[in-house]
């Protein structure tokens, strides 16, 4: 997959109809929406192609709408918010049809610089989210309201969906241009570079709860960074795979040969794979979550039988810092332990404290990651935060994100 896209910078679209693919999907709570993120990080793209003279179509999906339209997940919330943002009027197109004679008429009457707003895309239910077996009508129809199309939706790219890169081919076919927006140049020069051509040395490091989610991630990682760091409820497995006690732990009883596999591999390339040295054990997990806690440090090689592993310790703290100190590159997917429980979250903010302390570039891979730094209040201190969990673990998997490679190439 060609990283180097056609971007908004690139094409000119004065009095073009210009189809918008944003992540408008928000928090809402008694039809409020509770967190504008999403919202703000749009509003460099579309402002740059208002003034550059575009008809601007925008759409997005929002929530998962498993129970047919409902006015409890339409778009007009979002509508009200870019008004206020934008300053100028935005058509809301309400029609629950999307691109129906609503939305058609809404593009016709509209001057440069004008903005529309679509529905929600989900409420066309399989023609957005299944558009192979839909017959690709709804994409058509998205296409047939525009002249270009941008992406900007990268928490979306990694679904072939009718809005996100179904689309392109037939603004193609109609001789259109399709480019990303700022949102996505931005994630596919940190994230997709950091990958493929980082500077060295690299280190990433990978947390969470189970080795079966991020099985290719490790793989692909191993192969391209210097220094693999594991922490979270993975690391267990990798423990046992090395004949270590793990108590209660979380353990992927299946995956205990894959492990074995990858800490070979690992020697074979010369790389290194950093596995925690203590643990923050605990004997119950806590109801609530959050709740208060016992908690018991040991060594990695003293798990007691009936204790359970719930965050690094400080001897894997300083550890896993010292790497990150040294470090060029540094990319972060994943929390070293519950991060949910204030008492097993020090792990986690340790490594965000590192990341935030060094002078490498700090890439965060959206998620709990993302979330974690967030609320450790240190995101200004990171180089990139990627907006989008699910897409950023497959390009770290090294995989084609549809919504990138629908874009025309430069």
């Given at each position: ?21 944003c ?21 460099p ?31 007009a ?17 309400s ?9 058609t008429?809404a ?23 299944k558009?192979q077996?839909?017959g ?9 309201l ?10 979306s790219a ?8 179904v ?46 989610d991020?099985?290719?991630?490790i ?7 210097d220094?693999l760091?594991?922490?979270g ?17 979380m ?9 074995k ?16 040295v ?20 040991v ?21 896993f ?7 060029k ?30 002078d ?7 998620g ?10 240190l ?5 990139h ?6 897409a ?7 995989k ?11």
């Amino acid at each position: 997959m060609s990283l180097n896209k056609k971007s908004v910078d690139d094409i000119n679209v004065k009095g073009k109809r210009v189809l918008v693919r944003c992540d408008f999907n928000v928090p809402l709570k008694d039809g409020k929406i509770t967190d504008e993120t999403r919202i703000n990080a749009a509003l460099p793209t579309i402002q740059k192609l208002m003034n550059d003279g575009g008809k601007l179509i925008l759409c997005s999906h929002l929530g998962k709408v498993k129970n047919g339209p409902n006015e409890g997940e339409s778009l007009a919330p979002v509508a009200a918010a870019l008004e206020a943002k934008l300053g100028k009027k935005v058509t809301f197109v309400s029609d629950y049809n999307v691109t129906g004679e609503a939305a058609t008429a809404a593009v016709a009457a509209m001057n440069e610089g004008d903005v529309v707003l679509l529905q929600n895309t989900r409420f066309r239910g399989k023609e957005e989210t299944k558009p192979q077996d839909a017959g690709e009508a709804f994409a058509k129809e998205l296409a047939d309201l525009a002249d270009v199309y941008v992406c900007d939706a990268f928490g979306s790219a990694h679904r072939a969906h009718a809005s996100v890169s179904v689309v392109t081919k037939y603004i193609t076919e109609k001789g259109g241009e399709n480019a990303v927006g700022y949102l996505m140049q931005k994630e596919i020069d940190f994230l997709g570079n950091a990958v493929e051509d980082p500077k060295r040395p690299f280190v990433a490091i990978l947390g969470g709860a189970k080795v079966a989610d991020k099985l290719n991630v490790i793989n692909n990682l191993l192969e391209k960074a210097d220094t693999l760091i594991i922490g979270g409820g993975m690391a267990y497995t990798f423990l046992k795979a090395q004949g270590y006690e793990i108590g209660k732990s979380m353990l992927d009883a299946e995956k205990i040969d894959y492990c074995k596999e990858m800490l070979a591999k690992a020697e074979s390339l010369g790389k290194k794979i950093l596995l925690p040295v203590d643990a923050v054990t605990i004997a119950e997990f806590p109801n609530p979550i959050d709740a208060p806690v016992e908690t018991l440090v040991v060594d990695y090689d003293k798990m007691p039988a009936d204790r359970e592993g719930c965050d690094i310790g400080p001897k894997s703290q300083a550890l896993f810092a010292e790497a990150v100190a040294t470090a060029k590159t540094v990319v972060w997917n994943g929390p070293m332990g519950v991060f949910e429980n204030p008492i097993l979250a020090e792990g986690t903010l340790a490594v965000a404290k590192a990341l935030a302390a060094s002078d490498a570039t700090t890439i965060i891979g959206g998620g709990d990651s993302a979330a974690a730094v967030n609320q450790m209040g240190l995101g200004d201190k990171m180089s990139h935060i990627s907006t989008g969990g699910g897409a950023s673990l497959e390009f770290l998997e090294g995989k084609t994100l549809p919504g990138v490679a629908a874009a025309d190439d430069k």
